[in-house]
């Protein structure tokens, strides 16, 4: 069964320090999502990652992919008060389009100024 | 270009009550998706729908029932409602090929 973790679950910094989400996933998938969530609202999507070695950037949010590693990063570099929020990565269920996705508990971030 | 839709967004049911929630997708998504979020469980894939068929379906029991309509708009249906039923019930839609997956703004259930 696809089993999704995610660390730090709760992450505490200063703003304009960088820090790293960790994503790792317990068995073959084809691709991988992040998600932003603020309090009380929906998903928003942030990147999808398609393949080995997949590197996408938004803004000071940057992810990769690792699918031998079966790990996923998320970024983030000078982090601002506005980057708080929880953020949840996701896993297709493989193979693919099962419509599943495999959420990891999420991360909740918190910037202070 | 609209995003995904669902109603209503803030209901109060009764234990033992029924409750059906309506989500419509971004035109041209065939695939819908619904997901439960709870503080304690986090997000949990109820069911997915593609063309008006069922193709995967979660953990839960047979009280979480859904459908899909030729326009793709979907409804899932929860009878002899439970406290623990009390979640933010998300829905989704994405393209074939799943490049991208928009949720909704969820329906907000409260069984009391």
């Known amino acids: 069964e696809l089993k999704v973790e995610q660390n730090p679950l709760f ?3 200063q703003e304009g ?3 790293t989400i960790y994503c790792n996933y317990s068995t073959t998938s084809d691709r991988l999502y992040w998600y932003r969530q603020d309090p ?3 998903l928003e999507s942030l990147f999808v990652l398609l393949s080995n070695g997949a590197v996408k950037q938004e803004g000071r949010l940057m992810a990769s992919l690792d699918t031998k590693a079966r790990l996923s990063t998320l970024h983030i570099t000078a ?3 506005d980057l708080s929020a929880t ?3 996701a896993v297709d269920e493989y193979p693919g389009n099962t419509g599943k996705l495999i959420f990891g508990q999420g991360t909740t971030l918190q910037v202070k100024p | 270009k609209a995003g995904v ?3 209503p967004r803030y209901l109060i049911k009764t234990r033992g009550q029924q409750v059906t929630l309506s989500c419509s997708p971004i035109s041209g998504h065939r ?3 619904w997901y439960q979020q709870t503080p304690g469980q986090g997000l949990q894939f109820l069911f997915e729908y593609f063309s008006e068929t069922q193709r995967n379906k979660g953990n839960f029991p047979g009280r979480f029932s ?3 309509f030729s326009n793709s708009r979907s409804e899932m249906n929860v009878s002899t409602l439970e406290l623990g039923d009390s979640a933010l019930y998300l829905c989704a839609s994405s393209p074939e090929g799943r490049n991208t997956i928009y949720f909704g703004e969820g329906s907000w259930l409260t069984v009391v």
């Open chain 1, 11 to 13: 992450l505490s910094m």
């Open chain 1, 17 to 19: 320090k960088n820090y």
């Open chain 1, 40 to 42: 009380g609202k929906s």
């Open chain 1, 79 to 81: 982090a601002v008060h």
């Open chain 1, 87 to 89: 953020y949840f990565c």
């Open chain 2, 5 to 7: 839709t669902q109603t």
């Open chain 2, 31 to 33: 695939s819908v998706s």
């Open chain 2, 66 to 68: 859904g459908r899909q």
